[in-house]
């Protein structure tokens, strides 16, 4: 009778000791009650496992960082004692230039900067130095593009040149130096050989050089007329906003110089241009503008350059040839010369008025 309470006693033992055993019911336990059970019990340990080896690596990694921190102090300490600089070490961070490492600025200023590049102030699961160290990259990237001036807007560049050209005014005996010269271009411009459209059946290679001194000349003139104006009218807006458009249309028009040095300009292209040209010189404004929408934007059905419309023959079907197809959405470079033609047609017409008023462009 003993040794049954005994036995008794050590299965109520082992019943209160295993959690499985003592968190089944008093009647059964089915076998895949018990495996989750068990399961649950080894993913406890090995997640109290993980965060106490978690624990240990924040804890090595706190101490290493005071090592060096302790280590670098001392060197720094030593490398004063031995210069014998009497300035503490922020004078002379501040002397030298700052490097990445010390990038340690408040949280206010932070955020501040941050909205003015239009940036979020803290990204999901962002501390203030990862925040920090994103900042400073923004600016390091800003620093390099504008070294390269890359992504940067045309016009906003030629702005800036005028305003820095501004400041360095040029004393009287230039101005009306470039005052004489331009009278001598202008009366020059009056006995200017016109442009023959003949060349364009006969010899088109001729035109390639007759197209690039005419547009050279025209562009120097509208140049020379932007310094010619009186201060006050340099100094607007207004005017600002004029010598940055020359600015920018004589930057625009390099790649159809270049086009026209190597001679490569398509032939339908040459065509249309010759006929600008040509028209400017006469003073007829409104046939040069018909030119330069032709060329810009073709007079096509299909405008955009489609020429397969159907899978039979039409009777119109000739009528969409590659001379009356939009060059102007050729490409970003084509479309920014040919715009900057339209701007020289209209410095153009101010500048050397038509003798009828019907010629006038609109």
Request: glycine share 4%; no cysteine; net charge positive.
């Amino acid at each position: 009778m003993n040794a049954l309470k005994a036995e008794i006693a050590v299965k109520r033992k082992a019943l209160q000791e295993d959690p499985v055993l003592a968190a089944r019911p008093t009647k059964y336990l089915r076998r895949g009650e018990l495996e989750r059970l068990r399961e649950e019990r080894e993913r406890k340990e090995k997640e109290e496992k993980e965060a106490k080896e978690r624990e240990e690596r924040e804890g090595q990694a706190r101490e290493q960082e005071e090592r060096r921190r302790a280590s670098a102090a001392a060197k720094a300490s030593s490398s004063r004692a031995s210069t014998g600089s009497p300035f503490p070490d922020s004078a002379r961070a501040s002397a030298s230039p700052v490097p990445e490492s010390s990038f340690n600025i408040s949280n206010e200023e932070t955020i501040r900067r941050l909205r003015a590049k239009g940036q979020p102030i803290r990204l999901f699961g962002e501390s203030d130095k990862e925040r920090r160290l994103r900042l400073r990259a923004l600016e390091l990237i800003e620093e390099k593009g504008h070294e390269r001036h890359g992504g940067q807007n045309d016009f906003k560049k030629a702005l800036e040149d005028v305003e820095n050209v501004e400041r360095l005014m040029r004393d009287k005996k230039v101005q009306e130096e470039a005052k004489d010269k331009g009278k001598k271009k202008e009366g020059a411009g009056e006995t200017v050989e016109v442009l023959d459209l003949e060349l364009i059946k006969t010899d088109p290679d001729r035109l390639y050089p007759l197209i690039y001194y005419a547009l050279k000349r025209a562009l120097k003139e509208w140049e020379e007329w932007m310094d010619e104006r009186p201060d006050s009218i340099k100094q607007a807006t207004q005017g600002k906003l004029a010598a940055a458009t020359q600015r920018q249309s004589a930057e625009y028009l390099k790649p159809l110089f270049k086009l026209l040095r190597s001679r490569s300009l398509p032939s339908d292209m040459l065509a249309r241009v010759a006929e600008i040209v040509h028209y400017m010189q006469k003073r007829q404004y409104q046939k040069a503008n018909d030119s330069y929408l032709r060329l810009s934007i073709g007079n096509a059905p299909w405008p955009i350059g489609v020429t397969m419309v159907g899978i039979h023959e039409r009777s119109a079907r000739e009528k969409i040839s590659a001379d009356q197809v939009a060059h102007v959405l050729n490409d970003e470079v084509s479309r920014k010369y040919i715009q900057s033609l339209k701007r020289l047609l209209t410095f153009s017409q101010t500048k050397y008025p038509p003798y009828d008023v019907t010629q006038l462009m609109g």
